[in-house]
């Protein structure tokens, strides 16, 4: 989708390196979800963000939503195998949350 | 105890045939979703059904006709195949609440010769 850039397309990066995904709108967001996805798999739901400036961790992994609530980044620290798939992020912009515009997403590889 | 389930997880079928996916929920869910992924990994969303009635049909072709008998079941049904029709297919479901997540199926891929 055009309203939403995620970048990089791909990433490889050597087991304990840290790592970010941007996700970037071209219009102010209700809500921006990350979502991972290994291959042959449904998605799962990471972190979702809502306010600006708001930031959020599990494990290793932040992510954090700009004040103007357009761009959004998923930051990985010390990397490991596991954490390798495919990262999408989705954008509510109507509100309701029943409709997400996902991005064109991050396939992570991690190399043991 | 799974939470979305689809079936079946793997169609191979030829031009012109029609076919069914179907999608049950466990969750409780009023809100259910089918979603089209491309080769490129592009996810973009079809349907949106909540409480059995249709609220999102985005601009999809009128061979793909949801039908959800009930609030935890939402099947997908394609008439005249066509190969652009190939990708793997989502069902999602959410509860009707704002800025909720949506819970994945393991998806249907569906390959069209």
């Known amino acids: 989708s055009q309203e939403l850039e995620q970048s990089p397309q791909s990433l490889i990066v050597q087991e304990g390196k840290n790592l970010t995904i941007n996700c970037t709108s071209s219009k102010t967001l209700y809500g921006l979800y990350w979502y991972k996805q290994k291959y042959g798999e449904g998605l799962i739901f990471l972190m979702m963000?809502?306010?600006?400036?708001e930031e959020k961790s599990h494990e290793k992994i932040t992510a954090k939503l700009d004040e103007k609530k357009q761009q959004s980044s998923l930051h990985i620290t010390a990397s490991q195998p596991s954490h390798a798939g495919i990262y999408l992020c989705g954008a509510d912009f109507s509100g309701s949350a029943r409709q997400l515009t996902f991005g064109s997403g991050t396939q992570l590889t991690v190399l043991p | 105890d799974t939470a979305v389930s689809q079936t079946p997880k793997y169609l191979v079928t030829q031009m012109g045939n029609d076919k069914s996916i179907k999608c049950e929920q466990n969750l409780g869910h009023d809100t259910m979703y089918w979603y089209k992924q491309d080769s490129k990994k592009f996810l973009k969303i079809m349907f949106s059904y909540n409480n059995k009635e249709l609220i999102i049909n985005e601009t999809v072709p009128n061979r793909f006709s949801p039908k959800s008998p009930d609030k935890a079941h939402l099947n997908l049904h394609i008439n005249s195949l066509e190969l652009g029709d190939s990708a793997v297919y989502f069902c999602?479901?959410?509860?009707?609440?704002?800025?909720?997540?949506?819970?994945f199926g393991p998806g249907t891929r569906l390959t069209v010769l």
């Open positions: 999602a479901s959410s509860p009707d609440r704002l800025y909720n997540e949506q819970f």
């Open positions: 963000l809502q306010k600006g400036g």
